[in-house]
């Protein structure tokens, strides 16, 4: 009789129907948004990077005009965008009253004229975006951009005093 059961037990669980787990999907949405955005210096830079310094060099007198062209890391500037952003770069006319007709280099007491432009012909002052002087771009390229800045120190009849004659011109990026 136990050998009976045990085969009715064995024949029932036999005869048993599956178990069958139930399988559920959903999805979700994945996005990434890229919006325009500029730095001044190489990609990744942080805002307040120096460009460097553009340096006239030393003299005794300016009988004529001195025409240099900055480079990288003295005086170009290196704006990095995302490709098709618009934008503005102007330079202000420095610490010392200077204008879109002349910009001036201090020792203190004494002022020495220059002017920096866009073009190696010295025909284009590159001032702000107020007096119309500012480099547009309409559409930034997919690279980093580094822009030469041409700087004449005009010419003086007079000697100069010594001293090193200084001035600060602030890059401005609009985007």
Same mark, same amino acid.
Do not use: E, K
């Given at each position: 009789?136990?050998?009976?059961?045990?085969?009715?037990?064995?024949?029932?669980?036999?005869?048993?129907?599956?178990?069958?787990?139930?399988?559920?999907?959903?999805?979700?949405?994945?996005?990434? +948004?890229?919006?325009?955005?500029?730095? !001044?210096?190489?990609?990744?830079?942080?805002?307040?990077?120096?460009?460097?310094? %553009?340096?006239?060099?030393?003299?005794?007198?300016?009988? /004529?005009?001195?025409?240099?062209? @900055?480079?990288? $890391? &003295?005086?170009?500037? %290196?704006?990095?965008?995302?490709?098709?952003?618009?934008? *503005?770069?102007?330079?202000?006319?420095?610490?010392?009253?200077?204008?879109? *007709? &002349?910009?001036?280099? @201090?020792? $203190?007491?004494?002022?020495? &004229?220059?002017?920096?432009?866009?073009?190696? @012909?010295?025909?284009?002052?590159?001032?702000?975006?107020?007096?119309? !002087?500012?480099? /547009?771009?309409?559409?930034?390229?997919?690279?980093?951009? +580094?822009?030469?800045?041409?700087?004449? !120190?005009?010419? +003086?009849?007079?000697?100069?005093?010594?001293?090193?004659?200084t001035d600060t011109v602030t890059?401005?990026?609009?985007?």
């Amino acid at each position: 009789m136990a050998l009976y059961r045990f085969l009715c037990a064995l024949a029932g669980l036999c005869c048993c129907v599956g178990v069958y787990a139930d399988t559920v999907t959903d999805s979700f949405a994945v996005t990434a +948004t890229v919006t325009s955005g500029c730095v !001044l210096g190489s990609s990744g830079a942080v805002n307040g990077v120096d460009f460097g310094t %553009i340096n006239f060099g030393s003299m005794v007198d300016i009988p /004529n005009h001195v025409d240099i062209a @900055s480079s990288s $890391g &003295a005086g170009s500037v %290196i704006v990095t965008c995302t490709p098709g952003t618009s934008i *503005s770069l102007a330079l202000d006319y420095g610490l010392h009253n200077g204008s879109s *007709s &002349a910009r001036y280099v @201090s020792n $203190g007491t004494t002022s020495l &004229a220059y002017q920096l432009y866009r073009d190696s @012909s010295h025909s284009q002052v590159w001032g702000t975006v107020a007096d119309g !002087l500012a480099y /547009n771009i309409a559409s930034f390229p997919s690279a980093t951009q +580094t822009y030469t800045v041409y700087a004449r !120190l005009f010419a +003086t009849a007079t000697m100069p005093a010594t001293g090193t004659y200084t001035d600060t011109v602030t890059v401005t990026l609009t985007y």
